[in-house]
């Protein structure tokens, strides 16, 4: 159970944080700025890697678990509740800003600024590469050595830097889907969900 939690409460510490820089930046005339939302996606990982890493292996992304499975990395019988947690996590998360900013209209749902194919094969290219980062650098159950959580929130901090004016940046089903079905906005949720499990 206590991998199964660590998972909730990473995965809810990454939608609450990211998906609410993203509100508070609309909310309040751009005071936050895109890359303030970068680092703070960046920042967030890094710290749920150096919390959970050693309980879970801080995967917080429904798409990373399915990918170490299918490399052979993590069994199979941890998949469903390792993603169930990450969901739940992600709702409790999206619930909770939808509380405090009711009249937000996305609260923070990936949207493509372009054509949704623009958005399908960037999501897919960033969510190979963060996966390749993380595969690297870990056993698939535990992230090895100091650098692990610095590399992994590096990359997910430099592809929002870039990315998240055309896709948001998702990378991973979780963080779409809570703030979608909370918010209504799932018009396009079938590139944030396709999109990173190809990648991955």
Sequence with gaps: ????????IGTFGLVFCGTGAI??????????????????FGLIVLAMVYTFGDISGAHINPAVTAAFWVAGRFPGREVFPYIASQIVGAFAASGIL???????????TPLPAGPPIQSFILEIILTFLLM???????????????????AVGAVVLLEAMFAG?????SMNPARSLAPALVSGQTQHLWVYMAAPVIGA
Excluded: C, Q, R, W
Excluded at 1 to 8: A, I, T, V
Excluded at 23 to 40: E, K, L, Q, R, Y
Excluded at 132 to 150: C, F, M
Excluded at 165 to 169: L, N
């Design 98 to 108: 939808k509380m405090l900013f009711p009249t937000h209209v996305t609260l923070g």
């Design 132 to 150: 390749l980062i993380i595969i690297n650098i870990s056993t698939g159950s535990k992230e090895k050595g100091i650098t692990a959580g610095l």
């Design 23 to 40: 509100i508070i930046n609309d909310i309040s005339g751009g005071m936050v700025t895109h890359n303030g939302i970068a680092v703070t």
């Design 165 to 169: 004016p055309i896709t948001g940046a």
């Design 1 to 8: 159970m206590k991998k199964y939690l660590s998972e909730l």
